[in-house]
């Protein structure tokens, strides 16, 4: 009894502390194990967040406790002990390495694979004092990051870290946040809006054409962001953005849960297109040490003729749980869902969307590819739905599933609502496996078995994987080969 | 070239060849003909090393090396070329993309210079031009949407990419018109005549044999040379049925 209390006047004294005054020295880099309102208190202080931030984030707090564990998906989740975990810059328990020989050479093999330069190698695999020197390798040194931004400031586009955001422009993050992706939403967005870290936010301005794909990579604070991150994009009228999301290197974190919101503001006659290659660390073989990938993933289309487009290749994580979505709400909006989910080994992946129509001649396309080895579980599940208001609408739903072996499973789960006879609602889908032929024709040709199988699995993708922007998509390509060895045979 | 030795398969447990003995010198091609079932589709991807075709007896060698001790692929880059009987689509792949991979796959293998983007696409632009293939084809999924000829002519097209030592052709000539029999005839000639190179044909018919002429034929039946001879024995066999002269 006694101890509980000095835990918790301890506690107490800490929040207080922070609400005092931002600006004092915060020695403490960690928040206490564990998640309660103190948590979300030192969050925010930490963040030196005002008032009506921490009042939001409490709220969703309080909301998150009388909420409950999705359990609908095809997914055998391990019960996530909540107080067992960090939920502010975790410390990173593993020391840095002195060099990339003590890195796990399975990992530095990929690397390679991948064509990664050695620098960057550095930084991914966290070798002590890499990401000084990493930045200006990758990036020619910090002043092309600098350009990059004054670039973007010429045109007027607001591109920083969700927390600056929040100090610098309260009123948009006020007037956006949540707007998409309500906290009540489900459990993992709750749990995000009351603990999320930091993130990023974009908001273009009028009748401006992005001058550049946005990258969270070049983002010099992008560290330690990963495991509860927030995403807030506005595109206003008639603006355009293409942004990337992820890294085609294997990442390993400590944090095993990750649970991130991304929200898109398309306004009228707005566009943007949101590319995602994910490749968080899937475990070992028998999926022991995995990510947790717990994405909650929504644009609203506003505005007339607005278009958000989603495109993913999902290669990495132990369990994947993620439905990138469009609400369709403004007249002649478009929607369109490309995705690639490969899943090896013991990985489950329960991955697809939600094409809401409401808006009348609103249009939506869903191209799913599910590619399965090993003994993994690989799911689409996605909702095509109009409401009564919508009419002509257009959908046209295409699930292809490949199978590589006999004990992996794919699975597709589509839900097709129409409330509105007017509308055109299109679903094809196939099941299909690698075929000897196939393997032994492209051997007969001097392709060995494992760049036999990459090339007719890159064949199978090619719809997706072309929707992707040019490097993107040739790093994806050989990902989608490297996740797939030791499949054969 | 290629050293064949009392050669057993099986396919299923079934056995399909027995005791094939053949030797292809370098600069001659051999057309082998013989029934439905007398295992020349066997012989051919028990050559290319498919997987369920298991050698029960026998030695094959090629250029001097263990045939058997090689993976298909290391036998694509030792300089042998599978013809299909049926080639195989691939989705989403093109053939440009799909003989590059290949063609570059082997000369890593080999430790030679890998062939550029652009060095590749002349490569195969005049290939095709040799088939009378229009090069725009190449850029297509591999075999998707092909008619019968056109895939026999790609599959000309890339014997011509890969530049053989030997081709095994697996009743190229099947499903072919007049054309594209000619066409295709006109292809191995082309590409395979030469002193250092052999063909090894497999066919039901002889009217491919009035385009390439062979320096040997061969009868299988029941998976065994019954006969050898010169090209005159293609014509008896068109005259005489194979009942007879198998026999």
Sequence with gaps: ?489 | MLKIENLHATVAGKAILNGLTLTVPAGEIHAIMGPNGAGKSTLAYVLGGRPGYEVTEGSVTFDGRDLFAMEPHERAAAGMFLGFQYPVEIPGVSYLQFLRESLNSQKRAKGDAEFSGAEFIKLAKTQAATLGMDAEMLKRPVNVGFSGGEKKRAEMVQMGIMDPKLAILDETDSGLDIDALKAVGHGINEIMRAPEKSVLLITHYQRLLDYVRPDRVHVLSRGKIVRSGGPELAMELEREGYAEVAA
């Design chain 1, 1 to 489: 009894m006694n101890d509980q209390l000095t835990n918790r006047e301890a506690r107490d004294a800490i929040a207080k502390e922070y609400e005092w005054g931002f600006s004092s020295d915060i020695e403490q880099e960690f928040a206490p194990k564990g998640l309660d309102e103190d948590t979300v208190r030192f969050i925010s202080a930490k963040k030196g967040e005002p008032e009506w931030m921490l009042d939001w984030r409490l709220k969703a707090f309080h909301a998150w406790l009388e909420m409950e564990e999705v359990d609908w998906a095809k997914l055998d989740i391990p019960a996530i002990n909540y107080q067992d975990a960090y939920y502010y810059a975790a410390p990173k328990k593993k020391e840095a390495l002195k060099s990339l020989d003590e890195v796990d050479p399975e990992i530095l093999r990929v690397y390679e694979k991948l064509g990664i330069p050695i620098e960057e190698q550095k930084v991914l695999a966290g070798v002590e004092g890499a990401r000084k020197v990493a930045v200006d390798a990758v990036f020619d040194s910090v002043s092309v990051a600098t350009t990059f931004r004054e670039e973007l400031k010429a045109a007027g586009v607001i591109f920083l870290s969700i927390s600056e955001a929040i100090r610098e422009y309260p009123e948009l993050i006020r007037k956006y946040l949540g707007s998409v992706v309500p906290q009540r939403d489900n459990y993992f967005a709750c749990l995000n809006s009351a603990v999320f870290s930091d993130g990023t936010f974009v908001l273009v301005p009028e009748g401006v054409r992005c001058p550049m794909e946005l990258s969270t990579y070049f983002r010099i604070n992008a560290e330690n962001t990963g495991q509860f991150e927030r995403t807030l994009i506005v595109a206003e009228k008639g603006s355009y953005v293409s942004y990337l999301e992820g890294c085609t290197a294997p990442m390993r974190d400590e944090n095993q849960l990750h649970a991130a919101v991304v929200e898109i503001y398309a306004h009228e006659d707005a566009e943007v297109k949101y590319s995602t290659v994910q490749n968080w660390y899937p475990g070992d073989a028998e999926g022991k040490g995995g990510i947790f990938n717990f994405v909650t993933k929504r644009a609203l289309c506003a505005g007339a003729r607005s278009k958000v487009s989603w495109t993913q290749v999902e290669t990495g994580s132990a369990i994947t749980w993620k439905y990138p979505s469009c609400i369709l709400k403004g007249e002649s909006s478009v929607g369109e869902f490309y995705s690639v989910a490969l899943t090896n080994n013991r990985q489950q992946a329960d991955t697809g969307t939600k094409m809401v129509h409401i808006g009348a001649n609103s249009r939506s396309t869903i191209v799913s590819k599910g590619i399965s080895a090993g003994r993994s579980d690989n799911t689409y599940r996605g909702l095509v739905r109009v409401l009564p208001g919508a009419e002509n609408v257009r959908n046209f739903t295409q699930c292809d599933s490949l199978l590589l072996g006999s004990e992996c499973g794919a699975h597709t789960v589509p839900y097709i609502e129409v409330r509105n006879p007017t509308a055109t609602i299109e679903h094809e889908a196939t099941t299909s496996k690698i075929s000897e032929d196939q393997l032994f024709y492209a051997m007969a040709r001097g392709l060995d078995a494992e760049s036999a199988v990459a090339l007719i699995v890159n064949g199978f993708a090619r719809e997706v994987l072309k929707q992707l922007p040019m490097e993107f998509a040739v790093e994806a390509q050989k990902l989608l080969g490297i996740s797939l060895e030791g499949s054969v045979g």
